[in-house]
């Protein structure tokens, strides 16, 4: 069974960092798959970040992303990372990874492209 359990959010200060992990189980990490980050704002969309290969740790971000947000693959540890950095207010969101097998390629950031996710963890930024 494929799990994905989310963890390192927080209340942090606006200009502060966190590092998010998804830590994954029912698949190791010389398989296809591709590990996504998304999150949802309140009365908002779930909005797409970025995710990585497991193939070759090729990435993809969201222009929202860019600049800020670094993705990394820890393969012994079968665990997904989202730094976060110079946070701002409107970053505050539940921040959700998401996982797709088969594909060796970065995919689109949409929820549709991927099957399997987790539980959320809650990130709040105070200005």
């Known amino acids: 069974e494929v799990q994905l359990v989310e963890s390192g959010g927080g209340l942090v200060q606006a200009g502060g960092s966190l590092r998010l992990s998804c830590l994954v189980s029912g698949f190791t990490f010389d398989e296809a798959w591709v590990i996504g980050w998304f999150r949802q704002a309140p009365g908002k969309g779930r909005e797409g970040l970025s995710c990585i290969t497991t193939y070759d740790g090729s990435t993809n971000y969201a222009d929202s992303a860019k600049g800020r947000f670094t993705i990394s693959i820890d393969n012994n540890k079968n665990t997904v990372f989202l730094q976060l950095d110079s946070l701002k207010p409107e970053d505050t969101a539940v921040y959700y990874c998401?996982?797709?097998?088969?594909?060796?390629?970065?995919?689109?950031?949409?929820?549709?492209?991927?099957?399997?996710w987790g539980q959320g963890t809650l990130v709040t930024v105070s200005s």
């Open positions: 998401a996982a797709t097998f088969g594909t060796q390629q970065v995919v689109e950031l949409s929820e549709v492209e991927f099957d399997y």
